[in-house]
Nanobody, 112 residues
Framework: EVQLVESGGGLVQPGGSLRLSCVAS????????MGWYRQVPGKRLEWVGS????????KYFPSVKGRFTISRDNAKNTVYLQMNSLQVEDTALYFC?????RGQGTQVTVSP
């Protein structure tokens, strides 16, 4: 069974940083592309970025490019989302994703 467990969210001031983690199990993690998504209540799910299985290829949504970095540690079955220069508009529930499967999410709130 595929399981994805996100953590690392919290409350941070604008300009601050957070690092989210997602521990995966139930599939061959090292060969799986992984993604991060976010959602604000009442709005559609938004893709944040993705990383390939090896970890040497990433893509990002334009509004986060240059501020967010996705990485992975295949030995730990974990994918990370490093978020810097956070803005109020980044407030959302963040999910990691593997082929449409997501965890329960972790809340990120950016507020003065």
């Amino acid at each position: 069974e595929v399981q994805l467990v996100e953590s690392g969210g919290g409350l941070v001031q604008p300009g601050g940083s957070l690092r989210l983690s997602c521990v995966a199990s139930g599939f061959d993690f090292s060969s799986a592309a992984m993604g991060w998504y976010r959602q604000v209540p009442g709005k559609r799910l938004e893709w944040v970025g993705s990383i390939n299985g090896v970890g040497n290829g990433t893509k990002y949504f334009p509004s986060v490019k240059g501020r967010f970095t996705i990485s992975r540690d295949n030995a730990k079955n974990t994918v990370y989302l490093q978020m810097n220069s956070l803005q109020v508009e980044d407030t959302a529930l963040y999910f990691c994703d593997r082929a449409g499967r997501r965890g329960q999410g972790t809340q990120v709130t950016v507020s003065p």
